[in-house]
Structure formats: C-alpha cells, structure tokens
C-alpha cells in the first residue's frame, strides 16, 4: 500500500515538474518574417521628433508581438492587428512589405499623412493584395492624403466588416457588386471622389449599420436597415427615402429630393438626428412631424421651400428636441405659442421666413436656451426683456423685422432695469426694425457677460450627437460691413448690432465697458453727439460703424490705440477736426469718413490748420516720440556720469603711482 502511496507521489512530482518547465519556456515569439516586414515598414516613416516615441518599442531582436500597436494571435502568433491610427505620421508612399502581412485582421493607419501618394507607387490597384488577406476584418485609411483609383474588389472581401475611406479627396471609385454571404457593417467614403449608381444589391448587406457616402456623387436605391445613413452632398432626388426599419441617424442635405416622408412615425420613431437641409422640399409641414419631435434630439430641415404654417405641435412636447432649424423656407403664420414645461430646446432658428405675430411667451419654459434666431421675417412685437430670465442666452437675432419701442421704458426704475439683464448675452442683433428712443445707459451697464471672459469649455457653439455626429451652430449677421452667415460661432465672438432704426439722442457711455466687444454697428439711426472716448477702452474691437447718423465732434485719438480696428465707417455725420495720425488710422480708405466736411488730414484731401494741429492730443504716433525735455536730462545724466568715472579713473591711477 505503502508502494502504491509512493508511486502516485512520484508521478504527482513529476506533473508538477513538466507544468513548471512548460511555464518557464520561451514563450514563441513572432515569427521572423513578420517582424522584419514591420521594421520595414517603419523605416518608411519620418520618425523624428514626436513621431519618435510611436515606434520607440520596435526594436530589433525583440518579440514584435510586444510592440506597440501590434497584436499577435495566440497560437501561431503571427500578426493580426496593426494600429497606428491618429499619429500624425509621415510617408511619402506605404511601404508594400506592409502586404506581407497575410494575417491581418485589422489594419488601421487613419489620420496619418501619405503626402498625396498613390498607394502603393503604381497606383491604388496594388490594394489587390489584399484580396490574399484572408483574415481582414478592419481597413481603416481615412484622412491620409492617399490619391488615385481604389479597386471595388476590396468591398468584396468575405470577411471585411468595416472599410474606412473617408476624408481623402483624391481617392475615386465605385460600389461593386455585394453577395448575400458578406458581413460588411460600415462602410465610409465621404469626402472622397467615390460616385456612380448604388447597386440594388447594397440590400444584401444584412449586417450594415453605417453607410456614410457624403459628399460624393451618388444616386440610386438605398438599403432598408442601418444605425448611421448619410447621403448629403449628393445628387439623390425624388421623395426622401428612408430606411425600412428606420436609423438612429439621417442625414441627407445638400441634395435633390423634393418631398418629405408621409408618415413620421412608422420609419423614424427611433431617429435622433434628422438634418434634410438644402433640398428642394416643397409643401406643407404635416403634424405627423411632430411624431419625431417627442424623441428627435435635432430636426434641421433648413433651406427648402416648405410653406404653410409650423404646426402647433411641434414645439408643444419637446422634453427629447435640442435643435430645431426651419430657417430660409416659405413659413407663415404665428410661432405656436404651447411650449410646455420641461422643454429641452437649445437653439430655434426660424430666420429667413414669412412668420408673423409676437415671440411666444411661453418660450421661457425653455431654460438650456442659447441661440434664438428669428431675423428676417415679419414679426411685430416690442424688444424682449422678459427673455432675460432664461440663464443660458447667448446669441438673440432679431433683426429685419417689425419691431417697435424703446429698448427700455425711459420710466424704469433700478430694479426694473435689471429684469432686462441678460447675463450670458454675446450676439445681440436688432438691425433693421422700426425701434425708436435712446439707447439706455444703464442697459448697456448689465451686459456682463460683454466685459468679462467666462470658461464655458468649448471653443465653437456645437452639439454632439450620436455616432460623433457634429452640429454647429450657425448665424447670418452683418459683420465688417458684409452680410455673412457664420458658419461657426465662435464663443468668443461678441457683437451688438442696432443699425438701421430710429434711435436718438447720445451715444451711451457705458459701451466703453464692454471690453469683451469685436463688433458694434449702430449706423442708419439719428445719434447725435460726441464719439465717447471710453471706446478707446474696447481693445478687441475689429468693426466699427457709427455711419449715416448725426455725430458731431472730433474722433476720439486714443481710439488710434485699437490694434485689432480693420473695419471702421464714420461716413455721412457732423465729425470736426482732424483725422488721428496712426499707422491704424493709416489703414482706412476715405470712405471711411466720407460726408464730414470738417475733418481734415490724411486721408482726407482737406488740410488741417496749424492750430487745429497744436489742438491735437499726441496719437499712437508721438507715445512713441521723444520728449524734448527728457532728451536734455538724460544727456545730463550721461555727462555727469562719465565725468564721475573719469575723475575716480584718473584718482586710481595716481594712487597706484604713489
């Protein structure tokens, strides 16, 4: 027994003593050829500088599968990832020993800059390689510089599920052919030169989830299920088409399409991004819109010719919509004025229509707002105060429309005025309307979020939506003397526009406060006065235009001293004296002061006088100049001094003769 016990003892040891030498083997490492193919393929970048620290663990003689932004399989171990996407790396072409690579799986070298080379010198149809890449699930090449023909047959590949080709502009192709038996789920070629007609067989792909062909020349049928659909800048038209079992994302601006989906609720119950602008969209809004509404995060159908009124439901529940954008269209009648507690609505743009009547009250149940934009219509109501109330207000376009009134009741008191403080105001936009009266002082006074930078985080007004989905923000307003639609609003961006109404009297001291200001136009109105000289305060000030009122005075010299002043319009007032002498004020043509015959100097053909010269408080110019006085004290000081040293020069010296 004792034997029996003993034998299975030895034989437990020897167990023990295989499983530790087994576990203290070599582990196997990438096979040689694998290695020697990557090594080349990093000689081919530029790695010096920042690129450096990508490729600082490939290193010769060690186990590849180790390196960073490679990954081996277990078994064989032979590589079957490659990522060096998003390094910023340089090449002038891809290095081919990268196709000796049969293992890969996934292979991603996106964000990386191939200097507009073809890949790889012969032309993109060397891509053929990697028809012999069995395992390749993964192709990511976007935003790489890459130009040239791309061969359809890499669609094709059994097992590919994701082609990433977006952002390369010079790369051009077709759709092929797709077999019931593929597994592609995403496919990206906007912003490429990729066009032709979509194959009806595109409805194979049982497994597509993303299908993104913006900004390419595309027409065709269109698959009935996916999460992300994009088909802007295209050529598509007809009715809207919309996948069979709908899409989280919608996308299809910048088109032909001439109708809108009949029913809302069957396709688009679960859609939470819908962006149809710069279509050809005709008729009425249905109130089957408002269906999508109650869960659509943003609705931007922007720029059609849609006519009729909004419909009352639209803004009724919008506990789920953040933006709504029904800008340059046909639009009539009132805004519905039903906005129930609860509303989620960030920015509204309704400009660029035929709407009529008062601003709802009842947008105050919108407290995340930040951008209303209401211009160029034809409502007819007083200046909004009460919309002060909402916290998060920063942008208010109100201009070219029936507006009337003061900007505040001259019979206001303190505590009244400070029910019209906006306190994240940046954009305020009143041009073109019939308001009348002075512009209040103290109103100007409450404008804090003009005098001081808040951090707000993000740089641009946007919002981000599923799948990196990116929406920003735009706003049409006259700056620099241009009618512009901003594309981007920059947080930084701070305006006040009052031109083209009936204010008199004063200009309101209390502007020179706001030294966060880049644009104040307060032309076509009936001021009078002097310039204040606090606006020599608003130093980031770049436009300026006090056109076309009845200004009088002489122009403020310290406002010489406004560096970033490239646009500025004191045409057509009663302006007196001289022009300041700066190399700012050297910048601006004549027509910047034309129509005041009382202003001389340059660049003006009047001369001034002597004495109007000696009445001149010394410009940007002569802050720099010497005065006489200090000149002759300085070179006092200097004489004084050397006269010093030479004397205890010349003691020293007969001292050391002693």
């Known amino acids: 027994m004792l034997l029996i016990l003993l034998q299975i003892q030895i034989v437990c040891l020897l167990v023990v003593i295989a499983k530790c030498n087994s576990l203290t083997a070599p582990p196997i490492r990438c096979p040689p050829d694998q290695a020697s193919a990557l090594l080349e393929l990093k000689n081919s970048f530029n790695t010096t500088g920042d690129n450096y620290t990508t490729f600082r663990s490939w290193v010769a003689g060690t186990d590849c599968c180790s390196w960073a932004g490679v990954r081996c399989s277990r078994t064989r171990r032979p590589c079957n990832l490659l990522n060096l996407g998003d390094h910023q790396l340089q090449a002038n072409v891809l290095e081919p020993a990268l196709f000796r690579l049969t293992s890969l799986k996934h292979l991603d070298l996106s964000g990386n800059d191939f200097n507009m080379s073809q890949l790889p010198a012969t032309g993109f149809e060397q891509l053929k390689f990697l028809a012999d890449l069995s395992n390749m699930t993964v192709l990511k090449l976007s935003k790489n510089k890459f130009e ?54 595109i409805g194979n792909l049982k497994y597509l989830k993303m299908l993104d062909l913006g900004v390419s020349g595309f027409a065709g049928i269109l698959p009935s299920s996916m999460e992300y659909f994009d088909l802007s800048f295209n050529n ?52 089957s819109i408002c269906v999508i509404a109650r869960s659509t995060q943003l609705i931007d159908i922007s720029y059609n010719n849609l006519s009729g009124s909004i419909p009352s439901c639209l803004l009724e529940d919008a506990s789920a919509l953040q933006v709504l954008s029904l800008k340059e269209n046909n639009l009539s009648g009132e805004i519905p004025d039903n906005i129930k507690k609860g509303c989620a609505l960030e920015a509204i743009d309704f400009s660029g229509n035929l709407i009529e009547g008062k601003i709802p009250r009842s947008l105050l149940a ?45 019979l206001y008191n303190e505590e009244d005025r400070n029910k019209c403080e906006f306190s994240a105001l940046r954009i305020a936009d009143m041009a073109s309307n019939n308001f009348s009266g002075t512009l209040p002082e103290g109103w100007f006074k409450i404008l804090k979020s003009m005098k001081a930078k808040s951090d707000n985080g993000t740089l641009v007004m946007e919002n981000q939506y599923y799948h990196g989905q990116t929406y920003q923000f735009t706003a049409a307003l006259t700056y620099k003397g241009y009618d512009i639609t901003i594309s ?26 706001l030294e966060l200001l880049r644009g104040l136009n307060m032309s076509h109105n009936a001021l009078e006065g002097p310039i204040p000289p606090q606006f020599g305060n608003l130093k980031q000030l770049e436009s300026l235009d006090l ?5 009088s005075g002489e122009i403020p010299p310290n406002l010489a001293s406004l560096n970033f ?23 601006f043509s004549y027509s910047s002061f034309l129509g005041n015959i009382g202003l001389c100097g340059p660049p003006v053909s009047k001369q ?30 200097f004489g004084v001094c050397f006269s010093i040293t030479t004397i205890v020069i010349w003691e020293s010296h007969n001292w050391k003769q002693c």
């Open 148 to 201: 040239g023909p791309f061969p359809s047959i890499i669609f094709q590949h059994k097992n590919l599920q994701t082609v990433d080709l977006s952002e390369n502009p010079g790369i051009f192709g077709i759709l092929p052919n797709f077999s019931r038996d593929s597994k592609l789920e995403n496919i990206y070629v906007s912003t490429t030169n990729f066009s032709g007609t979509i194959p009806s067989s």
């Open 488 to 513: 981007k609003i920059l947080r930084s961006l701070v305006l006040i526009d009052v031109s083209n109404n009936i204010f008199q009297g004063n200009i309101p001291k209390a502007i020179g406060e």
């Open 236 to 287: 598509f038209g007809g009715p809207i088409p919309v996948p069979r079992d709908g899409s989280v994302t919608l996308d299809y601006s910048s088109n032909q399409f001439s109708s809108m989906p009949l029913d809302y609720s069957t396709y688009l119950g679960d859609t939470l991004y819908f962006k149809a602008s710069r279509n050809n969209l005709s008729g009425n809004l249905t109130p």
């Open 366 to 410: 919108c407290k995340n707002m930040e951008i209303l934009d209401i211009g160029s219509n034809q409502i007819s109501d007083t200046f909004p105060c009460w919309m002060s109330t909402l916290p998060k207000l920063q942008v208010l376009v109100l201009k070219s429309n029936k507006f009337t009134g003061q900007l505040l009741d001259p």
């Open 608 to 637: 001034c006088s002597n004495q109007t010269e000696k009445r001149l408080i010394p410009n940007a110019l002569e802050q720099y100049s010497l005065d006489p006085l200090l000149l002759v004290f300085t070179a006092l000081g």
């Open 547 to 551: 056109s076309s009122n009845e200004v």
């Open 565 to 587: 002043l490239s646009t500025l319009n004191l045409s057509y007032n009663m302006l007196t004296g001289p022009i300041p002498n700066s190399p700012q004020f050297f910048t």
